[in-house]
């Protein structure tokens, strides 16, 4: 059976067993062990679904996950970033959007919709990648017509041919001086493209997908758009022309049916505040209209064939990841059918201190590395010392524990507040070395801390 993902994980996503999986994840989200087994053995199960013949492959459905926790805990990050290790169309949504009234323009067929454009999206930029050497050397080209003039063709005598062989030598020295920048100052005209939208009504309760189709089907010549001459430099002609070259380079019907094929085997839609729509059959005022939208889910999650403007695309074999806080309902509350898609549950624990102390420090785009990056833009060089690290994080469990528990959030509000002089006064700073120390992260925050009506304000 074919293997749906990119070339260029194949090799590497198949050799990741559940184990190294689960490590590549501990790079960035530090800590809920059982989420990312969940998840790995999730994306180990897809790759082995791959290598089946196509009659059992069609039958083995993705096991669906329902993450519990409460917020700011990693849930839409481990989603995102398995999403990522596989380089599978991915997209998040959330799932008390379609509880408004008349779903404010959005069904829930709109998820399927959206993962089908990141999938051409990410179809495209890898053909893009195999035409880009082609599509530089024809804008090149066209660009050199544009600044030299072909010679107008004559007799086949001897003068004709030292002509060409003139035009040749000057044709080559211009493509040396293009390419060394010396003639980045010219200006040429460019037959460029007009890509002004004509002004549309769309006709209220119909979906816009089919709008677009079907004026396209109608009118094509309204949508193709007219071409103008525009003086543009040396530069920004060849970059326009190279994107030109690129578009003709690319078969979008091939890179259609392609992406089409990868959402439906690889796709993962994470489905974020699941617990909002969830409520006891028969309740009376909004709990009705959840249970709505969940019937509306259903379907999706179950397996059916959605209508997109790039072909039928069937969500049988998409992975839903769905999680939520539960905090007032019970996963339990969900409507039977909705919870019978999601036969794998893991719960995800509250982040305490030495959780924010590792969540500081261990991840490769950790907080404070980031934060001493920024400073580094200024010269500054920004240290901070182990014990301003666990004051960081004891001042961020005090604060979730006496207001709101939101989780790893809460150190973006305290670190923020903690350098605020500093990256206010930082491009005037004499000294550009700082260190901050834990004596320092008392004097910037602990009087916030302290007074809890601040606190609830300000961090």
Do not use: C, W
Not at 117 to 145: C, F, P, Q, Y
Not at 214 to 227: S, V, Y
Not at 270 to 285: L, M, N, Q, V, W
Not at 356 to 383: H, N, W
Request: charged share 30%.
């Amino acid at each position: 059976m074919a293997i749906f993902l990119p070339e260029a994980t194949q090799t590497s996503t198949e050799s990741l067993t559940p184990r190294q999986i689960v490590a590549e994840l501990d790079k960035y989200v530090i800590g809920q062990t059982a989420a990312k087994r969940a998840v790995a053995i999730a994306l180990r199960n897809r790759m082995r679904r791959q290598k089946l013949s196509p009659e059992l492959a069609e039958e083995i459905a993705p096991k669906n996950i329902l993450m519990i926790g409460p917020t700011g805990v990693g849930k839409t990050e481990i989603a995102r970033r398995l999403a990522r290790l596989a380089q599978s169309p991915f997209v998040k949504v959330e799932a008390s959007k379609f509880t408004e009234v008349g779903y404010v323009g959005r069904d829930v067929e709109s998820m399927v919709r959206d993962l089908v454009e990141l999938g051409i999206d990410m179809v495209r930029e890898e053909r893009l990648e195999e035409v880009r050497s082609k599509a530089a050397a024809n804008a090149e080209d066209r660009l050199l017509d544009l600044l030299l003039p072909p010679t107008r063709p004559v007799a086949p005598d001897e003068d004709a041919i030292a002509a060409r062989d003139q035009h040749q030598r000057t044709r080559d020295r211009f493509r040396e001086q293009l390419r060394a920048g010396q003639l980045d100052g010219r200006i040429v005209e460019v037959d460029a493209r007009d890509k002004s939208f004509p002004s549309l009504e769309i006709i209220a309760g119909s979906s816009i997908e089919e709008v677009d189709i079907n004026l396209k089907d109608m009118l094509p010549g309204l949508f193709q758009g007219k071409t103008k001459k525009r003086r543009m430099k040396v530069p920004e002609a060849l970059e326009y022309l190279t994107q030109e070259e690129e578009t003709k380079l690319i078969d979008m019907d091939s890179v259609a049916r392609t992406a089409v094929e990868r959402v439906e085997q690889a796709g993962i839609i994470f489905i974020d505040e699941i617990d909002k729509i969830s409520g006891r059959e028969g309740s009376h005022g909004p709990d009705v209209s959840r249970e709505g939208v969940q019937r509306d889910i259903l379907p999706i999650v179950e397996g059916t064939t959605v209508n997109t403007k790039y072909g039928m695309v069937k969500t049988d074999h998409i992975l839903f990841i769905a999680a939520g806080a539960f905090h007032v309902s019970k996963p339990s509350d969900l409507i039977p059918e909705l919870q019978g898609r999601f036969p794998i549950r893991v719960e995800l624990e509250a982040l305490g201190r030495d959780e924010f102390v590792r969540i500081l420090t261990e991840p490769r785009s950790a907080l404070v590395k980031q934060y001493m990056a920024l400073m580094d833009t200024e010269g500054i060089s920004l240290t901070f010392t182990d014990g301003a690290i666990h004051k960081i994080a004891d001042f961020a469990t005090r604060v979730n524990e006496r207001t709101e528990n939101i989780g790893a959030r809460r150190l973006h509000t305290v670190m923020e507040k903690l350098l605020d002089e500093i990256s206010f006064e930082g491009p005037d700073l004499a000294d550009k070395q700082v260190t901050i120390d834990d004596e320092y992260v008392e004097k910037m925050l602990a009087d916030i801390v302290k007074n809890e009506d601040l606190s609830r304000y300000i961090l």
